[in-house]
T-cell receptor, first 111, second 116 residues
């Protein structure tokens, strides 16, 4: 079945560092891909999405490109802030519109 | 727009009792609502999918008699955990899709259930 694999955390970085969180997927067909963010004590928020190959999703300085050839959707940000500390979930949505989540990556940004 | 609320945000109940969690779409009509369960430091696991006016579809391994889902209107779905036990303690999250955009789900803030 469909699945999402993302790098395990926690990831700890200093403020203004470059961030990459790896995500790969397996799926039949052409899924939509998402990154969700969960801030402490809050629910999930959609961070960005891409619906077809080579699409780039971007929001709040974060970017991810839908790479069909490598079945990847890595999350990147050029300069992280303390306020980016959260748990990040990579996810896909297939033909049945159900969302499959990765296990989440906890990110800590140190001032 | 596309705000989903849950009530209560946290609840403590005694073993053997039942507890109801509400999920509401505040500013849109939700054609489909989903219920997830999240264990500490783990991912969200889909429990069931519900469409307004029809029976919920449960994922494999989820007891439908224990987790009763009702989707009575286009803005409200409820999850009732019946005869709760400590192992049912978890974070329950709902989401909703709106008419014309079934690919994007809008998530509620979650309800933390603790069964003592």
């Amino acid at each position: 079945g469909d699945s999402v694999t993302q790098m395990e955390g926690p990831v700890t970085l200093s403020e203004e560092a470059f961030l990459t969180i790896n995500c790969t997927y397996t799926a039949t067909g052409y899924p939509s891909l998402f990154w969700y963010v969960q801030y402490p004590g809050e629910g999930l928020q959609l961070l960005l999405k891409a619906t077809k190959a080579d699409d780039k999703g971007s929001n709040k300085g974060f970017e991810a490109t839908y790479r069909k050839e490598t079945t990847s959707f890595h999350l990147e940000k050029g300069s992280v802030q303390v306020s980016d500390s959260a748990v990040y979930f990579c996810a896909l949505s297939g033909s049945d519109d159900k969302i499959i989540f990765g296990k989440g990556t906890r990110l800590h940004i140190l001032p | 727009g596309a705000v989903v609320s849950q009530h209560p945000s946290w609840v403590i109940c005694k073993s053997g009792t039942s507890v109801k969690i509400e999920c509401r779409s505040l500013d849109f009509q939700a054609t489909t609502m989903f219920w997830y369960r999240q264990f500490p430091k783990q991912s969200l696991m889909l429990m069931a999918t519900s469409n307004e006016g029809s029976k919920a579809t449960y994922e494999q391994g989820v007891e439908k008699d224990k987790f009763l889902i009702n989707h009575a209107s286009l803005t409200l779905s409820t999850l009732t955990v019946t005869s709760a036990h400590p192992e049912d303690s978890s974070f329950y999250i709902c989401s909703a899709t709106r008419r014309g955009d079934s690919h994007e789900q809008y998530f509620g803030p979650g309800t933390r259930l603790t069964v003592t």
